[in-house]
Each structure stands twice: as C-alpha cells, then as structure tokens.
C-alpha cells in the first residue's frame, strides 16, 4: 500500500510560518481536510501539496489564537496500533472545552475529525480510524519550557 505526502505552511498576522505534513490514505486527496482546516483557523492556509499545490487567501485574523504557535494537536489511532496526528494552528477558540481539551462536537473540530478519518494514514498506509481526543498545545510553551 502506498501512501502520499502532503504539506500544509500556515502563516500568520505577525508573519509567524508554521509547516507540518501528513501522510493520505492511498488514492485520497486533502481537498476537504484543507477546506475545513482553513474555515477553523486564524491564520491562513497559505500553501496546501500533495501533487498540485492548492494556495491559500484568507487574511489573518486577531482573535484569541491568532498566531501559528498556537496549535490545537488532533489525535488518532489506526487499525494496526500506530499513531496519526493532525495539526492547527491558530485555530478558532469555540474548538476547546474549557480544560483546554478539544469538543469533537464543536461543528469545526467535528468536520477536522471526520476528514483526518477520510484522509489521513500513517506512512505504511494504515488509514486513521479512532478519533483519540486532542487539546490545545503552542510551541512557544513546548519550546520555552
């Protein structure tokens, strides 16, 4: 089983970059993962490959987490016991329950979960299947600490 790369470059308003990759279950495409990505972020989705690039617009928002240090860290597991983890950053607040935890029923966190399950895979090709939760991180925190 073959499995496809893609890289997402986030950018922010203070001019922050964040690049981050995942592998595709065989014969998916990032499509709607990036659609829906883009509507949960503040920053924007500046540069989406896996083949033909797709290239983002959106301005920079200023809300809560506005910044590509900010991250909300999505969490699944495959069939075959390996991990898969999707990336955010600057993501949309409405996303976290109060400790910080994503809402799975939150409508954007929600269609994240479902399109990582549609789309993403580990690098054998063993696709996500369990949503295992995921919680707000930054990697100012991460690296400062």
Do not use: H
Not at 4 to 21: A, Q
Not at 61 to 74: E, I, K, N, T, W
């Amino acid at each position: 089983m073959t499995s496809d790369r893609v890289i997402w470059e986030f950018t922010d308003g203070s001019g922050g970059f964040l690049r981050s990759s995942n592998w595709l279950q065989a014969g998916q495409t990032p499509t709607t993962l990036a659609t829906d990505a883009q509507a949960s972020n503040n920053g924007n989705l500046l540069y989406v490959t896996s083949g033909t690039p797709t290239v983002g617009t959106q301005t920079p928002g200023s809300a809560l987490y506005p910044l590509v240090r900010d991250l909300a860290q999505f969490n699944f597991s495959t069939g075959a016991g390996t991990r898969v983890v999707f990336v955010l950053p600057a993501p949309l607040s409405t996303m976290f329950n109060t400790d910080g935890t994503i809402n799975p029923a939150d409508p954007n966190a929600a269609a994240i979960i479902a399109d990582c399950l549609a789309t993403l895979s580990d690098s054998s090709g063993n696709a996500a299947s369990i949503y295992q939760g995921g919680f707000k991180a930054s990697r100012s925190t991460e690296q400062n600490g």
